[in-house]
């Protein structure tokens, strides 16, 4: 359908096929034969299965409190840069996740957010600026302030995100993805074309 659209429209709006693939450790290989028969225009990673459970489904806030924040914090952020190291993905998307019920990263979990950014460096990934953040009740864009100046510091590639799930969605709070890009220091942003990526000034 979304490939009869792009040709319905060509030359008006300007579709594209895309994908946001969950990170199943272990997995790889059925993932990479999932993706490999298809003309994506962009692949987001994403991890949401974290320790045997769901990190950001309704109710999954509790297992924080039941689990601990930072065994929580400190699996997605292994996940994460696992993922990122793949080769399967263009860009990982909600990087700090776990903080989408206002649960925070402990400060003791510091050693793995920076490993998380060493791995999305090293592997040439983009990473997601997403407004959903500001539809949850942590009501913060992913990535956090901090966490986005260290990615734009270490030269990561951004793309802008509203993780839309309904039409209303898309583009949401748009403007404030890019002050909050500027704000970390960054001067451009990436889009993506059968899978090869484009950089544009912001």
Request: with cysteine; proline share 5%.
């Amino acid at each position: 359908e979304v490939l009869a659209l792009k040709e319905e429209f060509r030359g008006t709006i300007d579709v594209i096929l895309g994908i946001e693939a969950d990170w199943a450790e272990g997995h790889e290989e059925a993932l990479a034969a999932v993706l490999e028969p298809h003309s994506w225009d962009v692949v987001l990673g994403s991890v949401h299965l974290v320790a045997g459970g769901w990190i950001d489904a309704p109710g999954a806030g509790s297992r924080h409190e039941r689990e601990g924040s930072a065994n929580l914090w400190n699996e997605y952020h292994r996940l994460v840069a696992k993922a990122a190291s793949s080769g399967l993905f263009d860009v990982m998307t909600h990087l700090d996740l776990p903080k989408k019920f206002g649960h925070r990263r402990p400060a003791e979990c510091q050693p793995a957010e920076d490993a998380t950014v060493a791995a999305v460096r090293a592997s040439g990934v983009a990473v997601e600026v997403s407004s959903a953040g500001l539809r949850k009740p942590v009501g913060e864009i992913y990535p956090a302030p901090e966490l986005l100046a260290r990615l734009v510091a270490a030269g990561v590639p951004l793309v802008f995100s509203s993780d839309a799930h309904a039409p209303s969605e898309v583009a949401f709070r748009r403007e404030e993805l890019v002050a909050a890009a500027r704000a970390a220091g960054a001067t451009e942003h990436a889009t993506f074309r059968r899978r090869v990526r484009s950089l544009h000034p912001l």
